[in-house]
């Protein structure tokens, strides 16, 4: 059953008359919402108003925005230890949720370094595969390539990455970034049929450091799932593919998981999900539930050797100063054991086999596609011309009206629903996105 939520007749009033102390993330606007509190997956605002969120804040509230384990956790340790000196040592829970993780990652795995954001995760993977080349006597191996229309972040070196035409107005991004095209692009823009794309994708890939140099190229960073492309998923063996040419060729892989990581593809990393193991893995959102901000580099056994004896302690730096924080690292260790010990892959597996047909008869009843892996779900709304270049930020205003959280840009909405999202939830979800592709867009478009 769906449920609407009506908007106040002036929902401005929620807001202090000045805001100019305040910079927003984006830009302010008529739909810009006042949160004041939320529980399970429901948010609340300044105006009264109620919203069911689909997109887990934005993938990280994986667990709801009451999970009192993680409450519990983080309390207990800033009655204890809000800070340790970071110049001087680290704290208990630092190096239990290190430990955490690396026994969650694929096999190979050996190491984790705890940072704030996937921004810094990134950046930090970029400065690592670097200094992986120099300490192994190839200092010219500096280059970096991503993809066109791939998103890694909004520091510097992370924005360098994000091969998108709305970051040069930065101006030039670092030195030595190379962009690739994925396979997503290459069936959107030329038409390559799926069967070939990801051959053809991983083939240029080659290519390019070939043409580039490989005694120039230290890694390519990429999503396994591409958020800005509306979720678009690897082919079948592209990711195998990239990870030999990788190895012929002495480039490191990294995987950018920040979106696809803890459970979001149905295995704890999209790495286990398509069977190919990175030289390194960037994780963050969902680590930590969104309980703190919070992220991490994991490194393969080969590259934690250049930061240490093998086997023994290993360091990296320099880093930040609330890195590998106690309170972050509390909320860390919480979430990743409520993970691996409440059951919650097997939830994940039952809710996505639950959600996922129901969302593609409602997404092909409007003419759209839908990508699916896990609870990660892009809608891609193809086949229409007037408009088409907002039709996803179209939908996701026609959403939020109905009192929907979920994400549009381009020609595409994608949701992420929680952990603890309920069928009946589920229900009323779609039954709102139906409505919103009903006014949008007509029936059987």
Partial sequence: MTTTTTTPADPASSWPDDLSAFCFEVPHSAESLLFESAKGIRLSDAAGRSYLDALSGVFVTCFGYDCEPIVGAVTRQLRTLPFNPPLHGTNRAALELARALVDLAPPGITAAKLVN?????????????????????????????????????????????????DVTRFGPGLPGVVHVWPPDCLESFWDVPPEKSGALAASMIERTIEAEGPDSVA???????????????????YLARVREVCDRHGVLLVFDEI?????????????????????????GKGISGGYAPLAAVLMAGHIADALGESGGPVSFAPSHTYAANPLAAAAGLAAVTLFRE????????????????????????????????????????????????????????????????????????????????????????????????????????
């Fill in 259 to 283: 979106v696809t990581g803890f459970g979001r593809t149905g295995a704890p990393f999209a790495a286990q999900t398509f069977g190919v193991t990175p030289d390194i893995l960037c994780v």
């Fill in 117 to 165: 954001g996937g921004s810094e995760a990134v950046e930090a993977a970029m400065r690592l595969a670097r200094l992986h080349h120099r300490a192994r006597g190839n200092p010219g191996k500096v280059k970096i390539l991503s993809y066109y229309h791939g998103y890694h972040g909004a520091t510097f070196g992370s924005l360098s990455l994000t091969g998108r035409p």
């Fill in 342 to 445: 409440g059951g919650y892959q097997e939830r994940i597996t039952e809710l996505a086999a639950y959600t996922e047909p129901r969302l593609r008869a409602l997404a092909e009843g409007h003419g759209a596609t839908l990508r699916a892996v896990g609870l990660l779900y892009g809608v891609k709304l193809t086949g229409a011309a007037e408009g088409a270049e907002r039709l996803g930020e179209r939908v996701a205003s026609a959403c939020l009206r109905r009192g929907l959280i979920i994400r549009g840009q381009d020609d595409w909405v994608v949701l992420a629903p929680a952990f603890v999202t309920t069928t009946a939830e589920i229900d009323e979800i779609l039954g709102i996105l139906g409505e919103a592709l009903e006014e949008v867009r007509g029936a059987g478009r």
């Fill in 219 to 237: 890694a390519i960073v990429m999503e396994p799932v591409i958020h800005l492309r509306g979720m678009a998923i690897a082919p079948a063996d």
